[in-house]
């Protein structure tokens, strides 16, 4: 095994859960999530065969997978096709009984589909702060935009969640 085949090997082991994760926040739907995970990876595998070690050393893999998997999803989107709904929503909490489970997990949904409802600048921003949990400056690397634009983003966006009624998007 070559020295980029054992780096995409780490790669996929260190963040495949985060991927799917970040798949599954921007398309709201475990099959979509999982094939957004894999063609993300897959386009990952190809440019790292295409890279000089140079680059592959000076990598910000985290944002650079963000960045990948955004775009396999904005790729996806427009091929506008009906969106499914998934009954059985996120995994339960054993702590809970089954009343609390049943309504944490609804309004886990409604929040995924009022994330996944919002202006795009916006959910992409949010799900790459708030979900995937990185930092303004790796969610701007993989936006390839400016810090400010992105924290700019989460804050409106952030907003338009909480119900703001004075936050107007001009999407």
């Known amino acids: 095994m070559d020295v980029t085949e054992r780096l995409f090997e780490r790669m996929v082991h260190e963040h495949q859960d985060r991927v799917f994760a970040f798949g599954l926040a921007l398309t709201g739907n475990r099959h979509d999530a999982e094939e957004v995970a894999q063609d993300t990876f897959l386009r990952a595998y190809r440019a790292l065969a295409t890279y000089p070690p140079d680059r592959i050393r000076e990598l910000k893999q985290k944002a650079w997978l963000h960045q ?68 303004y400056e790796e969610a701007a690397d993989a936006l390839g935009q400016p810090v400010g634009t992105v924290k700019a983003n989460v804050h409106r966006g952030l907003k338009l969640l909480r119900g703001d009624k004075d936050e107007h998007p001009d999407d």
């Not at 396999?72 to 089954?98: F, K």
């Not at 921003?125 to 990185?134: D, F, G, N, S």
């Open 68 to 135: 990948i998997a955004l775009n396999v999803v904005r790729n996806r989107m427009r091929g506008i096709r009906p969106r499914l709904v998934e009954l059985n929503g996120s995994e339960p909490d054993h702590a809970l009984g089954p009343e609390d489970d049943a309504l944490l997990r609804m309004e886990m949904d409604a929040l995924a589909v009022r994330v996944s409802a919002l202006p795009a600048r916006y959910r992409d921003a949010i799900v790459l702060r708030h979900v995937q949990e990185l930092s």
